[in-house]
């Protein structure tokens, strides 16, 4: 519910905006993500289930929060290099992203996150830990033979937490180039490119450490405080950012 005015304001603003365009997407796949890391995780863990009670559920449940992860934060890069290419030139990303170029970025994700769901290994829901592992048994059998093991998904987190960091950083460098060369054409369009940046570093800061925490509990034994992180973090990644 909370969503709905925040998605409101957003789609007030993205007629002249690729920026705002692509944040309502961002929207609406976090809208759906809510449900696996909130209310399925929640739902989960309160009544106990894990994958022996219910294979079938939480196996479709762990594949469609892969997809909306997945789909979400491949989202994120494309929204990292339209804040990086607005802010060097509008020419060049009217070029990238003007008219219908903006749905064929979009579209990519969508396409990635469905190859994502129909073929790649689904993360599994443990009422032991309250989180989601690949390992269905963790908890009671270790994965000695590495049966469970998803590279993929190791692979893509690691890889948004690195391109996320990467370019922001770059945003960071050439928002300072253009502030002391007066790029901005008044002092209303450097505060509304603050307020943008911070609040999309937000996003992408929360997003960083689900994504590294999310790969290093699949392969190393660490703290239940560690693992509760990491959830509040993948949850916050869709539902505290507009």
Known sequence: ?????????????????????????????????????????????????????SPKFI???????????STESTIE??????????IWSSEYAKKLFGGKKLFIWLGI???YGLAVFVWSKPITFSGIYFSWFFNPHIGYINDVNQE???????????????????????????FLIKSKQGGFQSHQQSYSEKMIFFQIILI????????????????????D????????????AHGDKH
């Open 77 to 86: 890069g494309i929204l990292a290099i339209n804040r990086c290419v607005e």
């Open 109 to 111: 994700p969508f396409l």
């Open 59 to 69: 196996y479709f449940s762990g594949a469609y929060g892969f997809f909306c992860w």
């Open 148 to 174: 469970y093991e998803n590279t993929f998904h190791s692979i893509h987190n690691l890889s948004v937490a690195f391109f996320l960091l990467i370019t922001y950083l770059i945003f960071f460098i050439i």
């Open 1 to 53: 519910i909370l969503y709905i005015p925040c998605m409101y304001s957003i789609w007030k603003r993205m007629a002249n905006s690729n920026c705002y365009k692509i944040m309502f997407i961002i929207g609406v796949v976090d809208m759906a993500a809510v449900l696996c890391a909130g209310f399925l995780t929640g739902y989960l863990g309160y009544f106990g289930y894990g994958f022996c009670s």
């Open 225 to 236: 405080v560690i693992i509760i992180i990491g959830q509040i973090c993948w949850l916050n």
């Open 204 to 223: 992408s800061l929360f997003n960083s450490v689900a994504a590294s925490i999310y790969v290093f509990m699949q392969y190393i034994h660490v703290n």
